[in-house]
């Protein structure tokens, strides 16, 4: 059942190297690498003026809500000191204050506080990045977007679908707008507005781009934001005296993103702005991609155009807070991390090491850093604490699986798993690491070894320190110790002198408070009222079969696909986006689906409105036939998920409740699929984008 993508990786890492020179023609390669980075030079951006932006409210009260004033814009900013130029980005803007920051303006909202953001579109006609037009509703206006608040429990007039994007001077459906655009402002074109009610607990989510066909595009050019939802649960364990979990000032949000800087310029930009693929590369001569006949359904369209989609994008250099490779000074005390990887493709699997005495800003793997205690996912906080504390003779102290049941090839790039804290693109973690024990001076690596494509990986994805050289093949040249491209050492930690007074919780206090019966069981309780667990023998479950599909598409190209158990086509379960929905429920239905992953990757699935529980996972035989039990999910797959993992050759089973948002204002039908229109998609962007993607309607 592994399809094509399992079958060339291992083909094309054997053989490329040796087909390549057959013919006297030697290629030019479409990958780029970015320049030399000096790694662990600059600060860690952090929230505020000098960081990442805050948003501020206006005073303006509009249905008891706080008001945001954002625009998109193009703005420039310097990456790191080493890039010859500051980077053209996207990304929004405070209009309050005007001033443009990477990742930013944060927005911090309450529960139970609604939040409008009325965002005005700026963007330039011209795309910072090459653009195909080839995909499905990629042929519209290049500055077209739209906001999608990722987690948001949100009418689905704001939750900004692909179809409600929105020119600089859109007014409307087929008015410089998508047929679902319909929270534009009366006599302000170019301007949507957003209401968020925030009826959730506390969490960190994030707002990004979603537009038709240029989603990953726009995400990747910098239109992606934080969004901080607290709560009196969390603020109740976080104040105090001696909280449990670390207060505000020993927070810290790490968004992680990989990004390409060009080293050349090239008709998108100079030196220093951002490379994004546009040629596919088929493995018949370059060795990256399959090129296949059309499956059933696409029309023959001949080889990919010049500018093309790829099927996944994994960079070279990983920013933290818009940063490569940047410093984090902590003082020997606890301190909570809010992870979230925002990339467009790559997983991380994060460790701790020592830094090596011998050689500088590189890890001792022989020496393993402090342990994580996981409290919290994109649901809010766990049922219950998970430590992740990975010796280096490979043993956990409390073992946290991460196994892939199914996945029978070897890994290529961390034969030691199973993984440590592992994080796909749009997962959340909300960790505490305590540093009390560690003396001022010490030095700590943030250290990533997924595979990319996880779980398969190839080597030309994978930049550390020593590793081979592999231009022959299209990849990169060797990495020098010191320097980026690097995706392997993402920070460097460095322990201060204590500044305040001693923290009183250490590693041990902690977990235990927090296991404790009135600790995170409690909490998980009291954040999720009227929301108990769902259980799949109620009344009225539905039970569905779902499918992860990989076909080829009318140019030839890899293309991913989200189906049933039913086939739409002759040779695929996948359908198209387009493709009349099939997941159309009651406002309040409950419905558990078995989603069984028939290709070689790993896909982060993604549904919008609602979260999940996870409930388990199998290999299985066929679509429709698991293999024995389930087994348990990983203990931080407990709780409540908006964006989970599923595996090749396994079946996922998930539950989830789709329950509308009460808004005081009425919401019109979609004119697109006459309901409440959502989507649920793989959240690796380029595979939502083509075309991993599917209408997700409640009906009243
Ligand atoms: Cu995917």
Redesign the pocket.
Known sequence: MFTRREFIKTTSLAGTGLALFKGSERTAWAFSQSPLLRKFISPLPGLGANGVPVANPSKIAFLGADFYRLAAVQYQQQMHPDLPNPTNLWGYVDRTTGKPGYLGPVIVAERGHPVIVQMKNMLPAQHLLPLDTTLDGADGPPNRAVIHLHGGHTPWTSDGGPYAWFTPTGTGPGNGGGVDFLNGVAGMPGVAQYFYPNDQSARLMWYHDHAMGTTRLNAYAGLASGYLLSDPVMDSLTSGNAPLVPPLAYTVPLIIQDKSFKAVADQWGRPGDLWYPYQYESNETTGRWDLGTPSDGFPNLGPPSAVSCVP?FFADTPLINGEAYPVLQVEPRRYRFLFLNGSQ?RFYNLSLFYESQTSPKEPNFKSDGPAFIQIGNEGGLLPYPVAFAKKSNGTYVNKNSNQLLAYDEEDEVNPDGPYNLLLAPAERADLIIDFSNLPPGSKLILYNDAPAPFPGGDTRNDYFTGDADQTSIGGAPSTLPGFGPNTRTLMEIQVVALKGSRDPWEFASTYNALSSSNGLPLAYKLSHPGEPDLDPNGPNVLHENKT?NEDFDSYGRLI?RVGTDQMLYTDSYGRNYMDPATEVYHNGQVVVWDVYNT?G?????HIHLANMQVLGKAPYTDVGIPDGPFAPPDPNYRGWKETVRMNPGEVTRVIVKFTLPKVPFAVPPSPRTGGNEYVWH???LE??EHD?MRPLVILP
Do not use: F, R, W, Y
């Open positions: 996944e493709a992860l991913q290709t990757d790993t896909h982060p699935m793989c959240h690796i595979h939502e991993m």
